[in-house]
């Protein structure tokens, strides 16, 4: 099947009539509703956790990724979710780009080049769109003067100048009663899908990357997150957090109940 805009749209739970315009409203309804409907997940990397199936690899081509993630109503990770998102972005008339971002690890170092596919939106102004960050969930175009916007989960955004020579601006976020913290570095130089290939495939294959190790599954709900790993099923709500322990019964039904991923997705 040819990629179609119609059968993403409801692959995301939107009426097509609705994104007739491509405008900021629009744009905010495309990414609240793609991140409450397609998980972040890497199962495709890791594979079944519980079992002998190998993951079946990651593959940046629009076909593939708009089969996998439409047409198998799978999620993906950075480069999988926003590089499909991108093509969406293109054909409802967006003036949109992919552009390369570093996530900061811990240390504060943005290693390896290019570790997050993002975009920038250009409408009234200039916004980062980004469908593919993990926990917390960016839901809203996110300006680049510095504005602050909070979120139905209480997450605040914002997007400042980076103070390094190596990147043009800074995103980060503020969860509820806590700091600003770092999210990832940008350029606004833009990019093809094509670009991203090396580093994906690095990621999703080397034996440091933090993708190789335990699967992880997250999506956004109405008001917080949630995230799957082996062990863990974590609810975070407007910054309360709860989690219980996962069995390897219940990892196949958690999957398909609370993500919408069925299992034999390999």
Known sequence: MSPNTDAYLSRIDLDPARVETADRGTLERLQQAHVAAVPFET????????????????????????????????????????????????????????????????????????????????????????????????????????????????????????????????????????????????DTTPRKLGYFEATCDHLATAPESAFTGDPTVSIATERGYQKLSPEKFTRTERGDRTEREVTEAEWSDLLESEFGLRYGWT
Not at 115 to 137: E, F, K, M
Request: charged letters at 25%; a negative charge; proline letters at 8%.
């Open 43 to 186: 199962l495709a990397v890791t594979g079944d956790p519980f079992g002998p199936a190998d993951g079946e690899g990651v593959t940046l081509t629009l076909p593939h990724l708009y089969e996998k993630v439409v047409e198998r109503e799978r999620g993906g990770f950075c480069f999988e979710l926003n590089g499909l998102f991108g093509w969406l972005l293109a054909e409802l008339g967006f003036d949109a780009d992919r552009i390369a971002a570093r996530m900061l690890s811990d240390d504060g170092d943005p290693r390896p080049p290019a570790n997050h596919h993002s975009h920038l939106v250009s409408l009234d102004r200039r916004y980062v769109v980004d469908v593919g960050c993990g926990t917390p969930p960016l839901r809203r175009p996110l300006p680049l003067d510095g504005s602050v916007s909070e979120d139905a989960a209480g997450v605040a955004w914002r997007v400042v100048e980076s103070d390094r020579s190596d990147a043009e601006y800074l995103t980060q976020y503020r969860t509820p009663g806590g700091e600003w913290s770092d999210r990832y570095l940008f």
